[in-house]
Structures are given as C-alpha cells and as structure tokens.
C-alpha cells in the first residue's frame, strides 16, 4: 500500500508539470519573459525527474537475485540523488543564466496578461501535486514536525515530489513578483532578478535533496519504532536472558536489514536455538514485511555494550 500511494504521488506529480512545462514555455515564447523561461526549465527538469522517479521505484521492487540478494531497495535512492544533481546542473544553472543574460540585455515584457494566466494555471497544477504529497506525509509523520518528517522519511517518492513542488509553488510566488514589479515599474530587471532568486531556490532545493539521498544511500537506520518493534518481539520468548539490541540498515524504501543482539540461557542446545531465530524470524516478517533480513548473534551483553560504546565515541 504505501509503495502504491508513493508511485501515485509520483504520476500526479509527472502529469502536473508535464502540462506547466508546455504552458509556461508557450508563455516564454510569447512574452520573453526571463522569469517564465526559467520557470519552463524548471518545471521540464521536474518532468524529468519524475519519470527517474518511477524508473528508480520500478527497480527497486526487483526481487532479489544471486548478485543483490537483499533486493533491489537502494535503486530508488541512486535516482533520487540524479534528480538532485539534474535540479542543480540543469534548472539552477540554466535559470541563473537566463537572469544574467537578461540583465546584459533587457528587454520589456510583452502580453503581460498571458504570464498571469500560465502562473495562476501553474499553481493550481503545483498545489494539486503538492496536496498529494503533504497527504502522505501527514499520514505517516505521527507527532514528527512536517521537516523532521522529511529527514526521517525512507520513501525518496514523497519527500522528493515534496521538496519539489514546494520549490515550484515558491518559484511561481518569485515569478509572479517579478512580473508584477516590471509591470508596475517598466523595469525589466525585476524580472531578470526573478530568475536568479529562482536558480538559488532551486540550489537550495538540489543540496536539501542530495543530503537527504546521500544519507540514505550510505545507509541509514531504520525507523526507531521498528527498532523497538524487533527487540519486543524477540524478547518475548523465555529462552533468552535478553536482547541486548539491534542494528538495522535502511535497504529500500520498503527493505530493511537488521541484526539482533541476543543473550541465550547457558542450557540451550544448538537445536534450541535455531528453532527460535526461525520462530522470531517468522514473527517479524509477517509483522513487519519489510524487514527483508534478520541475523540472530549469539551475544554477552558486554561484548554488545563495548560495541555500541566504540560506535557512539565514533559519532
């Protein structure tokens, strides 16, 4: 299910900017307006960006093989970093050079009316993909704050469609402002500086997601309520004197690896033992699916601690 809403955010996102980006570079042509044509870049390079988007969403549901045998997670991650570095290399530098060149060269807008129109149909397109995307968050973000909820998202889907149309939507705020400020004035500057602020936007935006994707790349933890979810469950069994911990790695959006920690009683027989990683193995993936792998260690709680120590002075 949440794989599906993510790809669903995803399609609403690629159909609204698809339709933007053929009306704000009408509008451009029609007009010359900087601001427009930079906006035009940037809603084509969010087009872009959707379609590496899904690809990246597609191959992660790859099933596992003999040279990836946890699966395919980490592709949804890989595309999502591209999409960070297409928003910088692509819209940021194309919409600083459409403002500077226009700074050398202004010229004044014509068929002011018709910007108007493509920036009010551009918001209304924007904010219906936004609204998808803020849906999902809320839905899943809890007690978290809408920027905690960003960083500690796994679904690169949501929180980059996200991140984009809130750049778009202020984009579009940008462009409007300078539009309206060379109307009013008569000074075409206005609009060329519109589409620089717009290109640092846009800089902002690539590096808040390339952060995030490097992250997630690299490995990171899974969600700590998974983490508690793990250890509850393993400790429920009277086998073992206790679970010591566990360390989990964030494979996918929807693939988590973790390894348990635990202290057996003294007694137990080797047979004893793999009856109950296979009965807590079992448990935790019905429960909780996308844990795609569970390695049981057999562990002294102070062998674990002096672990966790030297991982926490290593921070």
């Known amino acids: 299910m949440a794989r599906s809403e993510s790809t669903v955010v995803v399609v609403i996102a690629l159909v609204g900017n698809l339709l933007i980006t053929v009306s704000k570079f009408g509008a451009a042509v029609f007009t010359g307006s900087a601001a427009m044509a930079s906006e035009g870049v940037h809603s084509l390079a969010d087009t872009t960006n959707e379609l590496l988007l899904l690809y990246g969403l597609h191959r992660a549901n790859a099933p596992p093989d003999r040279r990836h045998p946890f699966g395919h997670g980490r592709e949804a991650y890989f595309w999502s970093f591209i999409v960070a570095l297409l928003i910088l290399i692509v819209g940021a530098s194309v919409s600083f050079y459409q403002g500077a060149s226009r700074l050398k060269q202004p010229h004044a807008l014509t068929h002011i009316t018709a910007i108007y129109v493509v920036l009010g149909v551009s918001f209304v397109f924007e904010g219906i993909s936004w609204l998808s995307a803020l849906a999902r968050i809320r839905r899943v973000k809890g007690t978290l704050s809408y920027y905690q909820a960003f960083r500690a998202s796994k679904d690169p889907g949501v929180f980059t469609v996200l991140l984009e149309d809130s750049a778009a939507l202020l984009g579009l705020l940008v462009a409007l402002t300078g539009t309206v400020l060379t109307h009013y004035t008569g000074r075409p500057e206005f609009d060329a500086f519109a589409s620089i602020a717009?290109?640092?936007?846009?800089?902002?935006?690539?590096?808040?997601?390339?952060?995030?994707?490097?992250?997630?790349?690299i490995g990171e933890p899974a969600r700590p309520e998974l983490q508690r979810a793990i250890l509850t469950i393993a400790g429920q069994e009277e086998c073992i004197v206790r679970t010591n911990g566990v360390v989990t790695v964030q494979l996918g959006p929807d693939h988590v690896f973790a390894g348990l920690s635990t202290e057996f009683r003294d007694t137990l027989s080797a047979v004893e033992i793999e009856a109950y990683v296979e009965r807590v193995e079992a448990v935790i993936r019905k429960r909780h699916p996308e844990v795609v792998a569970l390695y049981v260690k057999p562990q002294k709680r102070e062998v674990w601690e002096a672990k966790r120590r030297n991982l926490e002075s290593a921070d």
């Open 198 to 217: 717009i290109a640092l936007l846009l800089c902002a935006t690539s590096y808040l997601l390339a952060r995030e994707t490097k992250a997630l790349l």
